[in-house]
């Protein structure tokens, strides 16, 4: 089809040294809704990802559990997989940047660095920590605030005053390995110049489309209005990622071989579906459209994606991003969430007590594609998703589906007032919602024709016409089939979100759900099956056992208030999602 458009999307990769929390899925369940409505559309969409694998966290944890980096990060890779496939997550390759393809792109990507003379080499002063023997990177150094004096903060931040610095300049800092006092030593490092590339990523993070505008300003305000500092792309041994070959004893910064993670799976998914990933990531030729290419981030790794990345590509040869789409951060009840304190919930408790499709839909909710942050308030959670998809959309086919197992569909589509047209006008609104990611928009316009099809309901009263017998039985059919059809066209919406209710409404009804425009045409004369249920309430005592189950996987244990919707009492710093990086 000549206006099939070719899509790669990506999610930042999850890092190797953790378990997937909510906060993490707010970017994966948002790149998942769009690349399904993607393929919904007709266009050749894939969603690809991996495992961010190296660093130092990677190799500490490996030593402290006494086994290889390799089989963590493979247990690890395992657990990531399980919590996403339960959250209906499907990509089309899941690789991992530990890769032998990974390792070949790092190496074609680091000449190019080389030929353009943008590598330089200079001594760093890092801390160094002598009893676990390895340089510290900030997460793992705690000290006093140099411009506050706060005590306990990280490495590169403080969460009392905001300020920044370097971990050498805390006040009496420790290593977080070993609890001792840390030494200065000295170490050579590789650095890509970027200065060199500034008029270029000027001229793209303003005009090529790829960015909100407020990222763009942003990054003309904080780093393109100066000379660009070069970035310290190298880690001296003992160090758990790629050894850069014309460097020996040195290895690739985690954030450069991870974004290079991205080429590295579109090329594992081409060679299984004998094409190439120069179809996707070089220039296309005249007579082949381009391809698009679409990432999705959380807005605390943004430089990364929008400075250093389209950096490496440009010099490279290769595509630049179509899309870099932004989002905020997640708070739970209004509060600010930290592991350190307790109050996060992990992605598979949650699966062990409630249904991950309520998740989808409260998440698509709140995304109105910016960069705004996004609060999962539990009791609002459990009211929108009774009321809209218990109470508004899977209610039709309750109310209406039975009296329909065994006369089926009408004949012919009766008289509904326009509500099936009406909603099916509404389609381009809601794909053209879908399509800048503004999920709360579309969600709002599917919500607004449920509401008009269980007016219909209310106003011809079928379960009154039931009581009347056969006098009534065909304005009965008429009725419900009308109902029936309102209820899958929804569906048809909100199949990117609710993957599972669409593959449950295929087997009540009319088969599998697989093109948008199944929404512009009623169904007539099919069979319908026996009504099962398609979705439960959210009962109080779910978010209770679930609360209760994050207070038990944390240190400290989460306070718990006397109400059934149990509020987050300790104030807590950002979580940023998702972390790309080891450090």
């Known amino acids: 089809m000549p206006d099939t458009r070719r899509i790669l999307i990506t999610s930042a990769l999850p890092y190797a040294n953790g378990h997937i929390h909510l906060g993490h899925l707010v970017e994966y369940i948002q790149t998942d809704i769009f690349?399904?409505?993607?393929?919904?559309?007709?266009?050749?969409?894939?969603?690809?990802?991996?495992?961010?694998?190296?660093?130092?966290?990677?190799?500490?944890?490996?030593?402290?559990?006494?086994?290889?980096?390799?089989e963590l990060i493979a247990a690890m890779r395992e657990d990531h997989?399980?919590?996403?496939?339960?959250?209906?997550?499907?990509?089309?390759?899941?690789?991992?940047?530990?890769?032998?393809?990974?390792?070949?792109?790092?190496?074609?990507?680091?000449?190019?660095?080389?030929?353009?003379?943008?590598?330089?080499?200079?001594?760093?002063?890092?801390?160094?920590?002598?009893?676990?023997?390895?340089?510290?990177?900030?997460?793992?150094?705690?000290?006093?605030?140099?411009?506050?004096?706060?005590?306990?903060?990280?490495?590169?931040?403080?969460?009392?005053?905001?300020?920044?610095?370097?971990?050498?300049?805390?006040?009496?800092?420790?290593?977080?390995?070993?609890?001792?006092?840390?030494?200065?030593?000295?170490?050579?490092?590789?650095?890509?110049?970027?200065?060199?590339?500034?008029?270029?990523?000027?001229?793209?993070?303003?005009?090529?489309?790829?960015?909100?505008?407020?990222?763009?300003?942003?990054?003309?305000?904080?780093?393109?209005?100066?000379?660009?500092r070069d970035w310290d792309i190298s880690r001296p041994a003992p160090y758990f990622g790629f050894e850069i070959p014309d460097a020996p004893g040195h290895y690739w910064y985690v954030w450069f071989d991870a974004p290079i993670g991205y080429i590295a799976a579109t090329e594992e998914w081409a060679e299984r579906q004998g094409c190439s990933f120069a179809d996707?990531?070089?220039?296309?030729?005249?007579?082949?459209?381009?391809?698009?290419?679409?990432?999705?981030?959380?807005?605390?790794?943004?430089?990364?994606?929008?400075?250093?990345?389209?950096?490496?590509?440009?010099?490279?040869?290769?595509?630049?991003?179509?899309?870099?789409?932004?989002?905020?951060?997640?708070?739970?009840?209004?509060?600010?969430?930290?592991?350190?304190?307790?109050?996060?919930?992990?992605?598979?408790?949650?699966?062990?007590?409630?249904?991950?499709?309520?998740?989808?839909?409260?998440?698509?909710?709140?995304?109105?594609?910016?960069?705004?942050?996004?609060?999962?308030?539990?009791?609002?959670?459990?009211?929108?998703?009774?009321?809209?998809?218990?109470?508004?959309v899977v209610n039709l086919a309750s109310r209406t589906a039975r009296w329909l197992a065994d006369t089926g569909l009408t004949a012919s589509y009766p008289e509904d007032g326009g509500l099936f047209a009406q909603a099916a006008a509404d389609g381009e609104a809601i794909a053209a919602a879908y399509e800048c990611c503004d999920?709360?928009?579309?969600?709002?316009?599917?919500?607004?024709?449920?509401?008009?099809?269980?007016?219909?309901?209310?106003?011809?009263?079928?379960?009154?016409?039931?009581?009347?017998?056969?006098?009534?039985?065909?304005?009965?059919?008429e009725v419900a089939s009308v109902a029936l059809n309102l209820f899958r066209q929804l569906v048809v919406y909100l199949t990117p979100v609710l993957p599972k209710l669409a593959t449950d409404v295929a087997d009540l009804l009319g088969g599998p759900i697989d093109n948008w425009d199944q929404s512009q045409t009623p169904l007539t004369g099919l069979p319908v099956a026996a009504f099962r249920p398609l979705m439960r309430r959210i009962e109080s005592s779910q978010l209770e056992a679930l609360l209760a189950a994050a207070a038990a996987e944390s240190a400290p244990p989460i306070q718990l208030s006397h109400s059934p919707l149990i509020r987050w009492l300790k104030p807590a710093p950002l979580m940023t999602l998702p972390r790309l990086t080891s450090e």
Not at 197 to 203: A, E, G, K, S, T
Not at 452 to 467: F, G, H, M, S, T
Request: charged share 20%; hydrophobic share 40%.
């Open 280 to 392: 996707w990531w070089s220039p296309s030729e005249a007579n082949q459209p381009p391809a698009e290419i679409h990432h999705f981030i959380g807005k605390d790794i943004t430089y990364f994606h929008t400075l250093f990345w389209p950096a490496m590509l440009e010099v490279a040869g290769l595509n630049l991003p179509t899309k870099v789409r932004v989002h905020g951060f997640l708070t739970v009840n209004g509060q600010k969430m930290s592991k350190s304190r307790g109050t996060f919930l992990l992605a598979r408790s949650y699966l062990d007590h409630l249904d991950p499709a309520a998740l989808r839909y409260y998440y698509a909710a709140k995304l109105a594609g910016g960069i705004d942050d996004l609060d999962l308030n539990l009791e609002e959670f459990a009211t929108k998703v009774n009321a809209d998809l218990v109470g508004k």
């Open 35 to 70: 690349a399904r409505f993607q393929r919904l559309r007709g266009n050749q969409a894939i969603y690809l990802c991996a495992d961010d694998t190296h660093g130092t966290a990677i190799m500490i944890r490996a030593r402290a559990e006494g086994r290889s980096e390799q």
């Open 439 to 477: 999920f709360a928009r579309a969600m709002r316009l599917i919500m607004q024709a449920a509401d008009r099809a269980n007016l219909y309901v209310d106003q011809e009263q079928p379960w009154k016409l039931a009581k009347q017998g056969p006098a009534a039985a065909t304005k009965l059919q």
């Open 81 to 228: 997989l399980a919590d996403f496939s339960g959250f209906q997550i499907a990509f089309d390759h899941y690789s991992s940047t530990d890769s032998a393809a990974n390792r070949s792109l790092c190496e074609r990507i680091w000449q190019a660095l080389r030929q353009r003379g943008l590598i330089e080499s200079r001594e760093v002063h890092q801390l160094f920590d002598p009893d676990a023997g390895v340089f510290l990177a900030d997460r793992f150094v705690r000290g006093g605030c140099p411009r506050c004096q706060a005590a306990d903060q990280y490495g590169d931040s403080c969460e009392a005053c905001g300020a920044t610095y370097s971990p050498a300049e805390l006040i009496n800092p420790v290593s977080t390995l070993s609890g001792t006092t840390p030494e200065v030593r000295s170490a050579e490092h590789l650095f890509v110049s970027l200065e060199p590339l500034r008029p270029f990523l000027q001229d793209w993070t303003r005009n090529s489309g790829a960015l909100d505008q407020r990222i763009a300003n942003y990054l003309a305000g904080h780093f393109l209005g100066d000379p660009l």
